[in-house]
């Protein structure tokens, strides 16, 4: 994964002195209390979806971090316990809050991204992201897709058959769903021509969805 320095995070919403926690998690984890800075960060990522983005590299780095310096996996432990949590609440959160529901969507794919072992993905965070994806390919929440090709190629190998059950979700929702916005078909549209082409987008895909996007 990408390396960052520790000074580069987007933490300044944050009051000083959770700041301090976090720039102290990142540079010597074994200091602080990680069961704390796991529930600011997940706290902070269901309520900010630019956070929810940036937690990844956050968590990651911390994971790192503490397996290099005390060869341990305490934040992870408590980082999956707090996941495995949000995802049992999970249809609470979208009852209650749309925009939470999408942060929690958007972190847990981000997590997955970013937390590799042994450069492999999390098997256990495998399920809980098809389950979230397969929730937003359902008709009633199309209307807030989140960034499905981001993640697509590794969950595709890691289990073809949801996939494709999920892509024949997503291709009804895209010929049966007569109240979808334009906007949602265009993105709906781009995931499944995104998938048809290897994960990858031709320049000109690129060009035309983003210049429609943009207008």
């Not at 933490?11 to 540079?27: C, G, M, P, V, Y």
């Not at 069961?35 to 902070?44: D, F, N, T």
């Amino acid at each position: 994964m990408e390396n960052s320095s520790k000074d580069d995070y987007k933490i300044q919403s944050f009051d000083i002195e959770t700041q301090t926690l976090l720039k102290t998690a990142l540079n010597d984890p074994g200091s602080v209390d990680l069961e704390k800075v796991c529930s600011v960060i997940v706290e902070q990522s269901l309520k900010d979806q630019i956070f929810s983005r940036e937690a990844g590299r956050i968590c990651y780095s911390i994971v790192q971090t503490e397996a290099k310096q005390t060869n341990g996996s305490s934040f992870r432990r408590h980082l999956l316990t707090r996941l495995q949590q949000e995802f049992i609440a999970r249809e609470e959160t979208r009852r209650r809050s749309t925009q939470q529901w999408v942060c929690l969507v958007s972190f847990i794919c981000n997590i997955f991204d970013y937390l590799k072992v042994n450069n492999m993905p999390m098997v256990a965070l495998v399920q809980p992201v098809y389950d979230c994806l397969f929730r937003l390919a359902q008709p009633d929440a199309l209307k807030n897709e989140e960034e499905l090709h981001r993640i697509g190629d590794q969950l595709e190998k890691m289990n073809m058959q949801r996939m494709d059950e999920m892509f024949y979700l997503l291709r009804d929702g895209f010929l049966l769903q007569e109240d979808l916005s334009s906007m949602g078909r265009l993105l709906l549209l781009e995931i499944l021509e995104f998938r048809a082409g290897g994960w990858i987008l031709s320049d000109t895909a690129q060009k035309y969805y983003y210049s429609e996007v943009t207008d």
